[in-house]
């Protein structure tokens, strides 16, 4: 298994203004992500957790500092690359699972592959697959709301792996289920990256899962630390 820096971030600054004062998000921020490698985020709310996963997902920019996917700066790239990178190199998973709620399972999952181009036959035999790999398989012709939320997970997550990426980041993905279900979607998650070999950086407040987890950082005075 190649062992690339998937990602990596370098002196990132973040800070927002609130009323007079400046909120230091992040402070020269460093932090590399393998490929093959699961990394639980584990932070208590307010300290950046999203604010971290949406710069390292090309959605914002650092007030200083660089992000390299795959070891590309990203930083200073025109808006269209940058959403072009996120398309096929990453992906993205959030704690509701922002499914499109007209289309089924499976067409959710076809949708970011026919962006990209791929033939309808393809993207549905590649839906499909992750369906059943995500153990949905039976739910493919369900809309977002005639499954369970564990089952929303499971295929918001097959989306996210859809285009097969080389990062997978996901903002407090089981944060909204039962400790039991949101046991078996990590595991469903787990499987999947260890399989495919992509980086995932999975932000939790959940310490069972994070224990889990290859390494585990938290965000302290504005730098990504290890504990
Ligand atoms: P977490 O995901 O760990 O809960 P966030 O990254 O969402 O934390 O937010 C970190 C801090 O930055 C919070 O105090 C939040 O209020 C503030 N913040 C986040 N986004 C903005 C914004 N767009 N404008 C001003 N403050 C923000
Ligand atoms: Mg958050």
Do not use: W
């Amino acid at each position: 298994m190649s062992r690339n820096i998937a990602l990596r971030l370098t002196g990132v600054h973040r800070s927002y203004g609130q009323g007079d004062s400046v909120l230091h998000i992040l402070n020269n921020a460093e932090f590399e992500l393998r490929s093959g490698e699961i990394v639980a985020l584990v932070a208590p709310s307010g300290t950046g957790k999203s604010t971290l996963l949406h710069l390292a997902g090309l959605l914002e920019h650092p007030d200083e500092g660089e992000v390299y996917v795959d070891g590309l700066p990203c930083g200073t790239l025109a808006d269209d690359k940058r959403t072009a990178i996120r398309r096929s190199d990453i992906g993205f998973v959030y704690q509701f699972h922002h499914l499109l709620p007209e289309f089924t399972a499976l067409e959710n999952i076809m949708m970011p592959q026919l962006i990209a181009g791929l033939p309808d036959k393809e993207a549905r035999r590649r839906a499909a697959q992750l369906l059943d790999y995500m153990r949905i398989g039976h739910r493919a012709d369900h809309r977002p709301a005639e499954l369970s939320g564990g089952e929303q997970q499971r295929v918001a997550i097959a989306r996210a792996v859809a285009n097969a990426p080389l990062l997978l980041l996901a903002d407090e993905p089981t944060g909204n289920l039962d400790p039991e279900t949101a046991h078996y979607v990590f595991e469903a998650l787990e499987a999947l990256v260890r399989q495919s070999g992509l980086a995932a950086l999975i932000a939790t407040h959940n310490h069972d899962l994070a224990a889990r987890m290859d390494r585990r950082v938290t965000i302290s005075e504005g730098k990504i630390v290890s504990f």
